[in-house]
């Protein structure tokens, strides 16, 4: 069983930073594509960005240019860069990773940006 652990989100004004960092505990083995989603009130849950076991990434056209996704495979840790935050970027922020033919979700940590 494989555990994903996030933190990093809090409450930023608008063309703030944060980063949100997600590590996973457990029985870590094979480890492939790591990501994050989001999901705002009232809203389904969107894919944010994503890294293949080779440091392929893609992110949401609405986060171009101002998140970062990076991973560190030595600590089985995902994380997200995001700069110039506005005020939609609000939201519950999810990390995901696949361990072996499974994929693990973390609890969710909100991020809220204030005008």
């Known amino acids: 069983q494989v555990q994903l652990v996030e933190s990093g989100g809090g409450l930023v004004q608008v063309g703030g930073s944060l980063r949100l960092s997600c590590a996973a505990s457990?029985?870590?083995?094979?480890?492939?594509?790591m990501g994050w989603h989001r999901q705002a009130p009232g809203k389904q849950r969107d894919m944010v960005a994503i890294i293949t076991s080779g440091g392929s990434t893609n992110y949401a056209d609405s986060v171009k240019g101002r998140f970062t996704i990076s991973r560190d495979n030595a600590k089985s840790t995902v994380y997200l860069q995001m700069n110039s935050l506005k005020p939609e970027d609000t939201a519950v922020y999810y990390c995901y990773q696949w361990h072996g033919p499974r994929v693990y979700w973390g609890q969710g940590t909100q991020v809220t940006v204030s005008s």
């Open positions: 457990g029985s870590i083995f094979s480890v492939g594509a």
